[in-house]
């Protein structure tokens, strides 16, 4: 008998070791690591435009040189599962008022996940298009919700997709399983989230800097978004552009260094350290300031107001701005 207990010990030892086989080495993981490590993680796809998964990516010749480079993403590596970003927020009841673009919650979110084959007990490597900030944004904002629901082993392509097809890497134009993943959500990490209330507070006493992550246009007035019920940024806030948050090589974006990003935020006016609140439109644009600040910048006080300013001027809320014509 203890020796059919101790085989069956050591048969979940070994369940346990495989699942935990590998340690990612950061929010962030290069194309050559992900190449080496294919099959000890799980990539997970993040787009919007999903018939590009199934769509050979398309490349221009430069007729003096000759070389070939990506104008247009398309495939997936081989045995990505597929996220559907625009599946990834939902509209909620916010003090009674239905409310767009929030994280699901915690039931939702867990089959959300788990309809797209995504399991428990192995590390999800996120990858986005990685042509344009927005598309980075989408694999940043799953990582915020994925973190908001208790799952530390997850990262993100440098580079996204764009990068792994400019070095020329394999690519498949398969369809997306549809099998059912076991991931599992665990109650909300408050922590990472701010309230319209914790705003307002930081607004009025400098108890958080806000850090706006809006296009300078939008952040001083002289534009908005049609959901977006006034012009301009909640007072007291910095603005930290979205066009600083990657450099493109090739014609895909990547991180900057740590050092690169703390230096940047001081020249914006904005404290790499302390209390802080990122914000943009909807809650997309400032997960990719909330991930540079909390991950690469390694400040875990900064928070995500999801919603955004469309739920602070939903809720009539004052902006300021320049004065228009």
């Known amino acids: 008998m203890k020796k059919i207990q101790g085989l069956i010990l050591f048969a979940c030892a070994m369940v346990t070791s495989v699942a935990y086989a590998i340690t990612l080495p950061g929010p962030v993981v290069n194309a050559e690591w992900l190449a080496n490590n294919l099959s000890a993680v799980q990539i997970v796809d993040v787009r919007s435009d999903i018939t590009s998964f199934g769509r050979n990516p398309e490349f221009v010749t430069d007729k003096a040189s000759g070389k070939k480079s990506l104008s247009e993403v398309g495939g997936h590596i081989e045995n990505s599962t597929l996220l559907n970003f625009k599946n990834a927020r939902v509209e909620r009841l916010v003090d009674g008022r239905k409310v767009k673009f929030l994280i699901p919650e915690q039931a939702d979110f867990e089959k959300y996940i788990q309809a797209a084959g995504i399991n428990a007990n192995k590390p999800i490597i996120l990858v986005p298009v990685g ?5 980075v944004d989408e694999a940043l904002r799953m990582y915020w919700q994925f973190k908001v629901y208790g799952e530390n082993q997850v990262a993100v392509l440098d580079g996204g997709m764009a990068g792994w097809l400019a070095d020329g890497r394999t690519f498949v134009t398969s369809a ?27 607004s009025k006493t400098g108890a958080a800097q806000l850090i706006d992550s809006r296009l300078p246009m939008q952040y001083f007035g002289t534009s908005k ?11 007291g806030a910095k603005e930290f552009s979205p066009d600083l948050l990657t450099k493109s090589v090739n014609g895909a974006l990547y991180f900057f260094k740590p050092e690169t990003y703390s230096a940047l935020l001081i020249a914006n006016g904005i404290k790499p350290t302390g209390p802080a609140i990122s914000y943009c439109n909807t809650g997309h644009l400032a997960s990719g300031t909330w991930f540079i600040v909390s991950e690469l910048v390694g400040n875990k006080s900064i928070q995500l107001y999801d919603g955004s300013a469309y ?7 004052p902006l300021q701005g320049v004065p228009l014509n």
Do not use: C, F, M
């Open 131 to 135: 042509q344009d900030i927005s598309d």
């Open 176 to 202: 997306a399983t549809k099998q059912v993943g076991n991931w599992v959500a665990k109650s909300a990490r408050k922590e990472l989230i701010a309230g319209s209330e914790d705003v307002a507070n930081a």
């Open 225 to 235: 978004k049609p959901d977006i019920g006034a012009y301009g940024h909640i007072a």
């Open 311 to 317: 739920l602070w001027t939903l809720e009539g809320r």
